[in-house]
């Protein structure tokens, strides 16, 4: 191992002189670059372009790049079409109470497993990493006939309650690999001045974890605010839909007076799309640090 | 050793009852494994009321006739008869599935890996690069398909209208029996191939390094040379790690094809996935009985890609660290 070191470090003190030098091959790189760019752009463009156009335009033949005059008042109609608000309002609420589960229940959960010892810890861990690998498929059916038999069939519940008893494999996975990279001193300091073992959790592991939390929140917001499978299967009426399914109905609302519903379907997916592209642009650095982790240490 | 599984060394007195319970040696470390276990609670009950209890339900309902609303009825293994001889759309669910993966899988692979290595030279706006890959990812699957009907559309959609500037009569898309199940495959390489994978990859890549590429070049390596001996041998755990996941997701196809068909699994069922087909008898016909046996069936055939893929890859992935 030493002696392959060596011969690396000398090999490497002769290439400094040839290092990375920017050559045509570069510069041609752009062309590929650019051409994927515009291939995953240009939906996004097309998308806003078609949701501002008028109902006229927006069928016409051949189709006009942009609209003639922005016509902002689609989106003002996507809420006169649908009920649109109550939709997100009801996405807010799944959103922000599975995102504080799983927040709060994970991080507990991962403290248990990064910092005592007890019989089954490591099995319990063993099992907690083979949910991941199981399919929705399997526990989705005897999940949604224990929520029938409670009765709570086309309510929220079954959308975020199960986050809050852990908040599931991966995000307790994250925090466990993050906590163990803080010092154990800091917990034993604070045994000796007498600190109940949660109080340590709170008042010094938590603030520590907030980037590792951070990125619990952000995977969580996403996830939850795309989840289509889950809805479809437990809420069955317009008032308690969210987002995503409410969006998917949309497209089946029938054509009245006239009215296409192309340009409001293009104005209602902009709005759903735009939060959490906005929630990545705001947070980008957690976000990226978690998927990584996910791959590296998975 | 120093675990300590062995009684004290005294020999008279044993440990604490309560510490041996919970695997310690003392009163007080077993104090501490009690405060272990009722910070673990909420995910205990998690684990029993949503994963282990439903796996075991779901096993026992396979065998049993159940609509949710009258009693569930034992019939032995008559569901899994029916699925494999009964069932009309049993395997050709199983096919399109598998007609899927196979496109989806090794495209979304390689193609994640590209977008990786030309984000990997870091030339000036990488990170606008980046970013715009990217943005598909975060694009809700239902937002996804809705957009991608739109410029499917056969009559006005871009791309029709183009091919038809060019002289080409482009196909019916999502509409034709034909063309339908390409047009998924499109439609969510374009939502993942920039996404979680290319991350990945993209840390893998950032990992190999920078000696081993300037030894192989002072050995007059060609750049090829240098991919296929350097780069792809020190990415392989990232490569295989990818590939895992790639296969169950590509398995699972399920929300595109659901929302583009409104789930009624296109012209012809060319859209109808096996995930789409445990959830039809589950959630239309409340034939949750067959619907639970298909789910087992799911689950040993994702099982056993992965075991395969696991045994495979002996012979192709390489951990720099030894044996891990």
């Known amino acids: ?298 | 050793m120093t675990d300590g599984v062995l009684p004290a060394r005294t020999g008279r007195s044993t440990r604490p009852l309560l510490a041996s319970l919970v695997g310690v040696n003392t009163m007080m470390q077993a104090r501490d494994a009690l405060w272990g276990y009722v910070f673990l609670l909420p995910w205990i009950i998690g684990l029993v009321v949503f994963f282990l209890g439903p796996i075991i339900l779901s096993f026992l309902l396979s065998f049993t006739k159940y609509d949710v609303i009258t009693p569930p009825q034992f019939v032995g293994l008559a569901n899994y008869e029916t699925a494999f001889t009964g069932d009309d759309l049993f395997w050709p669910s199983l096919w399109r599935t598998f007609e899927y993966s196979i496109v989806v899988v090794p495209v979304g692979l390689f193609g994640s890996l590209l977008l990786a290595l030309m984000l990997n030279r870091g030339l000036p706006g990488t990170g606008f690069f980046r970013t715009a890959f990217f943005l598909s990812t975060l694009t809700p699957a239902v937002a996804l398909a809705l957009l991608w009907s739109w410029i499917l559309n056969p009559d006005i959609g871009p791309i029709n209208v183009a091919l038809r500037a060019i002289g080409i009569p482009g196909p019916g898309w999502l509409a034709d029996v034909h063309w339908a199940l390409p047009s998924v495959i499109l439609i969510n390489l374009w939502g993942s191939m920039g996404g979680n994978t290319m991350l990945i990859f993209l840390a893998g890549l950032q990992g190999v390094p920078q000696e081993l590429y300037e030894a192989a070049a002072i050995d007059g390596a060609s750049g090829w040379a240098r991919f296929r001996h350097v780069t792809l041998p020190m990415i392989s755990p990232t490569f295989f790690f990818n590939l895992v996941l790639g296969v169950i997701g590509a398995l699972k196809v399920f929300t595109t094809a659901f929302v583009v068909t409104g789930g009624n699994g296109g012209p012809n069922y060319a859209l109808w996935f096996f995930a789409l087909h445990i959830y039809q008898q589950a959630f239309s016909f409340f034939k949750m009985g067959y619907a639970s046996a298909l789910a087992w069936i799911f689950v040993v055939i994702l099982l056993a890609f992965t075991y395969f893929q696991v045994v495979l890859s002996r012979r192709w992935v390489y951990y720099a660290g030894g044996d891990e």
């Open chain 1, 1 to 298: 191992m030493a002696m392959s070191e060596k011969v690396f470090a000398e090999r490497a003190a002769r290439a400094v002189g040839v290092g990375r030098r920017r050559g045509v091959g570069d510069l041609l790189l752009y062309v590929p670059l650019i051409i994927f760019a515009i291939i995953f752009v240009f939906p996004f463009f097309w998308s806003v372009s078609s949701s501002l156009k008028p109902p006229d335009e927006i069928l016409s033949f051949p189709p006009t790049l942009l609209p003639s005059v922005p016509r902002w008042s689609n989106y003002v109609r996507v809420f006169e079409r649908a009920p649109f608000a109550r939709w997100i309002l009801n996405t807010i609420i799944v959103v922000v109470l599975a995102t504080l589960g799983a927040v709060l229940s994970s991080s507990l959960v991962a403290y248990s497993f990064a910092r005592f010892r007890y019989r089954g810890r490591d099995l319990l861990f063993m099992i907690t990493l083979g949910t991941m690998m199981l399919p929705a498929q399997v526990t989705l059916i005897p999940q949604y006939i224990l929520w029938s038999k409670l009765g709570f069939v086309n309510t929220l519940l079954p959308l975020f309650v199960p986050q809050w008893f852990g908040g599931g494999a991966f995000n307790i996975f994250l925090l466990r690999q993050f906590i163990l990279t803080i010092p154990r001193e800091f917990d034993e300091a604070a045994i000796i001045d007498g600190a109940s073992r949660f109080h340590i959790f709170r008042a010094i592991l938590l603030p520590l974890c907030v980037p590792a939390l951070m990125t619990v929140v952000i995977i969580s917001f996403i996830a939850n605010w795309d989840d289509y499978l889950t809805p479809l299967v437990y809420l069955n009426s317009e008032m308690q839909y969210t987002l995503a399914l409410g969006l998917s109905l949309f497209k089946n609302y029938p054509e009245t007076g006239g009215e296409p519903l192309q340009h409001l379907l293009m104005a209602a997916s902009v709005m759903t799309i735009l939060p959490p592209v906005l929630l990545f642009f705001i947070a980008q650095r957690y976000f990226v640090q978690g998927i990584v982790m996910s791959g590296i240490k998975g």
